[in-house]
């Protein structure tokens, strides 16, 4: 049995979006239908862009140190 969950109209937010499970974690988002905000310490975030036009939802990505909270404070705005 798979597990299923629409996420149409909603907004997730994955930080280490670029590679590993991030970027698997945002694809899944995506493919639930949620608009996904990602981002990582990394400047590419086009691996991320392509996945959620690949799932006709809106992305975001932004290059953020979750170490430094004024990265993450402006990572938040700008979701």
Request: glycine share 12%.
């Amino acid at each position: 049995m798979a597990l299923t969950i629409e996420l149409k109209g909603k907004v997730a937010l994955v930080t280490g979006a670029t590679s590993g499970i991030g970027a698997g974690i945002a694809s899944m988002f995506a493919n639930a239908g949620a608009n996904v905000s990602g981002c990582s310490i990394s400047e590419d975030g086009s691996l991320l862009i392509k996945e959620t036009i690949a799932y006709s939802v809106k992305g975001l990505y932004a290059q953020c140190d979750v170490t430094k909270e004024d990265d993450v404070h402006q990572l938040v705005r700008v979701t």
